[in-house]
Structure formats: structure tokens, C-alpha cells
């Protein structure tokens, strides 16, 4: 997907997220993520939008030394679901004044305002899946866009480890782990090869046999690799290695 498509996109979402949570109550439990409530998901995901967008607007060239922004935040919680929809429309200002193909500091691996676009996609769809889950919807998610998403997800995990930790202890023997899709066309964007090395991990290129496997539609392939499904869910296969599987899933949280 390009950078413009990322940022269609997260206008869509947003819509889609504002849409659910418009006339819910705000108290309602979000199963996925624990101790939360809707209004605890929409105000996170708000404050996100936010916080990006002042990064954007700024083009910084290092890491950020404070994360104090205006939110804007309503005084109440039921007004949360507008206020999210206004986060949306200055990210989409944002995104237009302005070369997204432009350099800056990103704590992934693409330094370039492009990423912050990509990253506020992906944090919002999976976000506004919690909230569809959380009110009995039907979890959607668009093939292409969920295909995207694993390969954000996989990218910039090895990036990851200020706020997910437990990442430094994805290192192996030269281990391999693949991820196929089951509902593409077998192209590039429908199979990812991670390598666990003795000093880290990633992504690799090419078709070599892996030691375990996992097999998923791009959207189970995504909801499983942020948690929101585990590996024993109907429609996930896999095969090989479970002892390094079960290495995987327990350290890769994000």
C-alpha cells in the first residue's frame, strides 16, 4: 500500500470506529484489552491520533524527550466519540500540508513522516476491531489492509523493544518462523520469513522451507499477531516447531 492509501485509510477507520462506539455506552467492558472500557479505547486511541500529529507537524529529528500534548479531551465520556472524529480531521490536515516522503526521526524501521501515517493506521483498525468485539460486531477487515498490517507489525517489531521488552528475548539459532495468508495469491505481500538470530530477529526475503509455520487469512493473521487471538482459534493452522512457537507468541506482545 502507498502512503496515500495509509492515510485514505485512516480516515476510514476512524470513521468506522466512531460509527461503533457513537451511541454505546461508554462503560462497556473491551474483552481485549483488560480492564478497559469503551471510553479507556476511545480516549486512548484518540490521545494517539494526537500525539502522532503533533509529531508530524514538527518533522522531529529525535526521539521526542516528552509526550505532553493539548488532547483536547472532553469532560465527558460520551462526547469521546466526536472528539476522536476531530483527532482524525487535523491528522488528515497534517497529512496533506505536507511530503509525507520527507525524513524524521521514527522509532521503526522507515525514518521518514510516512511511517507515523502507517503506524496511526494500524494502532486505530485494531483499536476500532476491539470496539466492534467488545459490542458483538462482526470484525472486518479488509484482505489488503490486514496484509499490510502484518507486514507493519513485523517490520517494526524488532524496533520495538522501549515499550515491549519482552522482544529481546526473541533470539534463536538461526530459527525460522513463516506467517502465509490463506486468502491471497501466494505473491510477495502473502508470506513473511522470520529469522531469530543469536543477536536478534527479522524479517527475511525468499521461499526457503521454515522449522514452524503458521497459516491464517491476512485478518486472523493480524488479530493473532496483536493478541487478539491465539493460535488454537478456528482457521489458524500450523505445523513444525510448537516449542518455538510458543517462544514467539510469548515474547512478541506489542
Keep these: ?34 480492564g478497559w472500557t469503551l471510553a479507556d479505547l476511545v480516549r486512548h ?17 529525535e526521539r521526542p524527550t516528552s509526550r505532553e500534548v493539548d488532547l483536547k479531551l472532553p469532560e465527558r465520556a460520551e462526547d469521546y466519540p466526536a472528539w476522536l472524529a476531530d483527532a482524525a480531521a487535523e491528522a488528515d490536515a497534517t497529512f496533506a500540508d505536507g511530503d509525507l516522503d520527507e525524513p524524521m ?10 511511517f507515523w501515517v502507517r503506524r496511526m493506521l494500524f494502532e486505530t483498525l485494531v483499536h476500532r476491531v476491539d470496539a466492534d468485539l467488545a459490542l458483538g460486531h462482526a470484525a472486518e477487515i479488509d484482505p489488503a489492509l490486514a496484509a499490510d498490517g502484518v507486514a507493519e507489525f513485523l517490520t517494526n517489531l524488532p ?26 495469491d501466494g505473491g510477495a505481500d502473502g508470506s513473511w520469513l522470520v529469522r531469530l538470530r543469536p543477536d536478534g530477529f527479522g524479517l527475511e526475503a525468499g521461499a526457503a522451507p521454515a522449522d514452524a509455520t503458521v497459516s491464517a487469512t491476512a ?24 516449542e518455538l512457537l510458543d517462544h514467539w507468541f510469548a515474547n512478541s506482545a506489542f
Design 159 to 184: 524496533y520495538a523493544a522501549a515499550f515491549a521488552p519482552r522482544t529481546a528475548e526473541l533470539r534463536g539459532e538461526q530459527r525460522t518462523i513463516r506467517f502465509t495468508r490463506t486468502d491471497g
Design 45 to 61: 486511541a484518540g490521545s494517539v491520533q494526537r500525539w502522532f500529529t503533533v509529531l508530524l507537524r514538527q518533522r522531529i529529528q
Design 105 to 114: 526521526w521514527a522509532w521503526g524501521a522507515d525514518q521518514h513522516a510516512r
Design 219 to 242: 485478518a486472523e493473521l493480524l488479530l493473532l499477531l496483536y493478541g487478539r487471538i491465539d493460535r488454537t482459534a478456528a482457521g489458524i493452522t500450523t505445523a513444525g516447531d510448537q
Design 1 to 34: 500500500m502507498t502512503p496515500n492509501e495509509h492515510v485514505a485509510a485512516v480516515s476510514a477507520e476512524t470513521d468506522r470506529f466512531v460509527a461503533a462506539v457513537r451511541s454505546a455506552d461508554p462503560a462497556t467492558p473491551v474483552p481485549t484489552c483488560p
